[in-house]
């Protein structure tokens, strides 16, 4: 354990009784970290948590994080396992336990949030442009995915992709494969149009 700039403990452990603030002398959590960061790569992060222990035989998990919160019986309490927040303490999603034992992965929808609300000029025909692939990733040779090209999907529908940087191991194009459900839900939408379309010839 290391306190201050230059104390070293080997072997110690440390109990504190009531809240502990990293970068703050006044917390609000029992474990509240506040600090500037910034950097290149993974050295931008005001918090990074690593489990170095390995496995030559690759045969073995290591986990790196265990959340436990919530409620014990089932309700309607929602209890946020993980809130996600802008600078200016807006929340914009979470994670919650919901009433049906298991997880909801939210981001923010609120009618309240939102403005200049009108139809969306995506339709199916947008939908049929995206290519589908089986691929390998470099990483995983020999293990086939089916899914998308970031790339080639952001020419198409740039809404699900978050744009890369020119390193790709720090940086990479990804795929939010959740964005594409409205425009699946206005594919199916123009196609159930069609259909009825036809069949009142």
């Known amino acids: 354990?290391?306190?201050?700039?230059?104390?070293?403990?080997?072997?110690?452990?440390l109990f504190v009784d009531g809240n502990v603030g990293i970068g703050t002398n006044d917390p609000h959590a029992?474990?509240?970290?506040?600090?500037?960061?910034?950097?290149?790569?993974?050295?931008?992060?005001?918090?990074?948590i690593k489990n170095t222990q390995t496995?030559?035989?690759?045969?073995?998990?290591?986990?790196?994080?265990?959340?436990?919160?919530?409620?014990?019986?089932?309700n309607n309490a929602n209890s946020r396992m993980i809130a996600f927040h802008r600078p200016d303490d807006t929340e914009i999603g979470s994670i919650r336990q919901n009433n049906s034992n298991s997880v909801s992965y939210n981001t923010s929808s609120d009618i309240r949030l939102k403005q200049n609300i009108v139809q969306t000029g995506f339709s199916i025909d947008d939908l049929m442009r995206i290519e589908v692939r089986d691929y390998e990733f470099c990483a995983?040779?020999?293990?086939?995915?089916?899914?998308f090209i970031a790339q080639q999907l952001y020419e198409v529908y740039p809404g699900a992709v978050s744009k890369g940087g020119d390193d790709v191991t720090t940086d990479p194009w990804m795929v939010d494969y959740g964005k594409?459900?409205?425009?699946?839900?206005?594919a199916v939408q123009d196609q159930?149009?069609?259909i009825e379309a036809?069949?009142?010839r």
């Open 30 to 48: 029992r474990f509240q970290v506040e600090g500037g960061a910034s950097g290149l790569g993974s050295w931008d992060y005001v918090a990074i």
């Open 192 to 194: 159930q149009t069609t």
């Open 198 to 200: 036809q069949q009142k």
């Open 140 to 147: 995983a040779p020999g293990h086939t995915e089916t899914g």
């Open 1 to 13: 354990m290391k306190l201050g700039p230059s104390t070293l403990i080997p072997n110690a452990q």
């Open 180 to 186: 594409l459900t409205p425009l699946l839900v206005k």
């Open 55 to 74: 496995d030559p035989d690759n045969d073995t998990r290591y986990n790196g994080l265990k959340i436990q919160a919530g409620k014990a019986n089932n």
